[in-house]
């Protein structure tokens, strides 16, 4: 009997089969850097509302709180605007990984990238069930 | 040659090729494709589902913090002149913070008309109030023609006072023992009477709450009436607040960003024995729709943990939110006056 396909069993499908280490890091650090971002950016937000909060403290309370606000407001925005330009360059980086047949990379980056959203939605998801 | 099947990702690499080779000039989506990219619009309707709810969530919690923090003060609409009593204005420090607070210093009369300030009471009133309440007034007038001085002052944020952020007595402590140090080394009006001999306090709701974390670092309040006081205030806070439920976690912390305000530590209860062995007057409406009774109950039982305690409860019946006064009148008057005439002994200037 015939066979029904063959495939060559060529170098680039050997690599496409196997994930090395080095990959398998990229991979991560792909996923990984909008998170990282984010909490990076969110904690320095907190840090730095609590420093200019004891900074301002015999300004009186309405400077105190416009200061702390304006703090808290840009660095949200900032970790917002950051997160966000992080997520788009890990999508392209897994198009790209499509175009290339790296499939493997794109399936494992695609669905970090669903976890790295089920993160980001923690805060909303704990308010909402966990009471 | 035998049978050799094709890989998953040469699965997925070939029918591209065979589809577009099979029918020329037609770009089919082949089913692999198509649930690939199915996949990825999910995943990117998630992501920004997800960032644009809980930056939302995140900003929304900082607004409502903003909000509930701080509200125009009430003004002074009335003052203890109203009740034919003499009074001084009077400002002075928070201790810790040094915030402006105002308020009244109203001598004691004494049954021979003389003027008395031996015995003086802190009148610590509660949220979004002042020292023009009519609770607070009323009841200062009746004590002070007991023959007890009384120091009646707005909170910080409140009244005439600095403004400041409400933080349900996690600051507002600093503001009674402010007063505290007022009394003992600041520029009383009417030297000519001295010095206070002992010093005491009564609080309702929020301030019977901040006048019990004050009185247990500070042992120069020699007794506590706690009217309505709460023994946590973030259960109140989860049950009685116009705030949304699922933001008050967040609110909190959004709090405790912006003004440093935890308000997880602001818990009466876990405090109240340090009072002892200066005894304690606990009285609750059993009707009260804002501090539930069992608060007093919990309090109580907290005060009472350590040897020496002098603890005393009230239930007054049917009473809702501090208005034990209200509905009791004049026998509210008589036990307050006798508790703090166990306390603080007899006004010795009347011999």
Known sequence: MAPVTEYPQTKQNVRRAQVTPARLWHIVAVVATPLVLLVVLVVATLVGTAFVRSLTTSDGFFIQQRDAILVVSTGLMLAATAYTIAIIVALRKISHWHKTNKSREAVGATWGLGMTAVIVSLPLLLAMFIR | MPLQLPTRDARAALPAQTSSSRRPGHRLRTPVISRRSRIITLIVILLVLSEVLTFCFVGLSVYIAMRVEYMPPLPITKTPAAFGLQYRDVTFLSREDHLRLRGWFIPGVLPNGHLTVQRTLIMVHGTRSNRAAPLLLNLSSALARRGFAILAFDMRGMGESAPAPL???????????????????????????????????????????????????????????????????????????????????????????????DFYATRPADVVARIAPRPIFFIQGTADSVVPASNLKVLAMAASAVPHAHVQTWMVQGADHIQSFQVMGVVYVNRVVNFFTQALGPDTSIA
């Open chain 2, 167 to 261: 933080s349900e007595g996690y600051f507002e402590q600093r503001d009674v023992l402010g007063a505290v140090d007022f009394l003992r080394s600041g520029s009383l009006p009417y030297p000519e009477l001295g010095r206070p001999r002992v010093i005491a306090g009564w609080g309702d709701s929020m301030g019977a709450a901040t006048l019990i974390l004050a009185a247990a670092q500070e042992p120069a309040i020699r007794a506590v009436v706690s009217d309505s006081g709460f023994a946590a205030i973030v259960p109140l806070l989860e049950s009685n607040t116009q705030i949304p439920g699922v933001f008050i976690p967040s609110v909190l912390l959004a709090v405790r960003v912006l003004y440093g305000i």
